[in-house]
């Protein structure tokens, strides 16, 4: 009776330890994402987006990628010339950037194409078979201008950019992937499915969010 009492404690003892881990995800899935001062991302705020290696470039910017429209999201090989973006929760009145919670991006600027610079999952790209990103608004529901953000590995403030709508249309069928470089004809542009060669790593692409202070309104 002994021995049976103290499995029965240790089983108990597991399945509390389980749901302390369960409880501990679930809230890390509701966490805000921190900027590089340790504060939330918040709805329409300007913040630039760093890679987080130093030595990996300069932050996001508008790419004119073939001399026509659209301009594409991506990324100069210098540490300057970036436009900050500003983040639109899905959910209505929700006025934080959560983990793993979707939201629509776009720069802070206008662009010559004169259109939204919304970020947008755009066609194949015809050589690498990758998913470029680019901008624009797309007709209601609007699921390809819908990313998140989640924690790269276990670095505190170092996140990765995803993109997967599933739970905005639970009965649509997905390819999702992270956003990564691809490099072409000496750009850095981003796209979906992978990184291009060079890149130390797979899949993703490292970034940290800077608050923009004191920035004006940007023309490319």
């Known amino acids: ?3 049976i009492g103290l499995s029965l404690s240790c089983i ?5 330890a389980a749901k302390f881990v369960a409880t501990a995800r679930h ?5 805000p994402v921190l900027d590089t001062t340790g504060k939330p991302l918040r709805r329409g705020v300007e913040y630039f987006i760093y890679p987080a290696a130093s030595e990996s470039g300069g932050p996001f910017t508008l790419i004119d990628r073939d001399g026509s429209c659209p301009f594409y999201v991506g990324q100069r090989n210098v540490t300057v010339d970036g436009i900050p973006v500003t983040f639109a929760p899905y959910v209505e009145g929700e006025n934080v950037v959560r983990k793993l919670k979707k939201f629509k991006v776009a720069f802070s600027g206008a662009t010559s ?3 939204s610079t919304t970020w947008k999952v755009s066609g194949f790209d015809t050589v690498s078979g990758r998913r470029l990103i ?3 608004d797309v007709a209601a ?5 819908y990313f998140y953000i989640s924690t790269f590995q276990d670095f505190d403030n170092i996140y990765t950019l995803e993109w997967c709508p599933a739970e905005l249309c639970p009965t649509c069928f997905f ?6 470089l691809l490099f072409e004809n000496g750009q850095r542009l981003f796209a979906l499915d992978g990184n291009g060669s060079g890149f130390p790593f797979t899949g993703t692409f490292p970034v940290v969010f800077g608050r923009a202070n004191n920035i004006k309104f940007h023309e490319v």
């Open 113 to 115: 194409c004169v259109q």
């Open 1 to 3: 009776m002994k021995l």
């Open 134 to 136: 680019g901008t624009g």
């Open 141 to 145: 529901p609007g699921f390809d201008n």
């Open 12 to 16: 108990w003892l597991i399945l509390m």
């Open 175 to 180: 390819v999702c992937g992270s956003v990564g």
């Open 27 to 31: 809230d890390d899935s509701n966490a």
